[in-house]
């Protein structure tokens, strides 16, 4: 679970593992970022919902949303261990939990959101989210190059006339 609400809000370990059942009123979540001490109200999108409202229903004594198999709530270094253990075991080598913050910035730029837009849903910085895409995202999508000539191509088209 930690990793979707991480894929979908772009937050941080620490500030997912800390949200609390009440933090999620079935649209949002809201919360308030430990780093920056930023509050945001993220919408919550439909897959990632589905996620929360069966986990509801199945840990309903769980005080955090991402808790234990006991419904306890996950400490810092039990998360990391885990994670750490899933992430060797699935062969995935040299990432972090934190890369899916910006992999939640690539998402919502590749679904052609604006900067300013995606900020509002991971917390960073305007300059943070430019440099994680500028970093990661810009020169890598073959999309958004043939998205610029096929723009340039209408352009030229529609002053030729």
């Known amino acids: 679970m930690p990793c979707h609400i991480s894929i979908w809000t772009g937050q941080r370990q620490g500030d997912i593992l800390a949200l609390t059942w009440s933090a999620y009123d079935g649209e949002f979540l809201r919360l308030k970022q430990s780093k920056t001490g930023r509050y945001l109200t993220v919408p919550v999108a439909a897959d990632l919902r589905v996620m929360l409202d069966a986990a509801k ?14 419904g306890k709530p996950w400490t810092s270094d039990g998360f990391k261990t885990s994670f ?9 080598i040299g990432l972090t939990f934190h890369d899916f913050r910006g ?3 690539a998402r919502l730029a590749a679904a052609g959101c604006s900067v300013p837009e995606i900020v509002t849903i991971t917390g960073h910085s305007l300059k943070d989210a430019e440099t994680i895409l500028d970093k990661h995202y810009f020169s890598r999508d073959r999309g958004l190059g043939e998205s610029a000539i096929s723009k340039l191509e209408k352009h030229r088209t529609a002053t030729k006339l």
Do not use: Q
């Open 57 to 70: 229903v199945k840990r309903s004594s769980a005080v955090t949303i991402c808790a234990t198999t006991r």
């Open 84 to 92: 750490g253990k899933a992430r060797d075991a699935a062969g995935v």
């Open 103 to 105: 992999t939640a910035v």
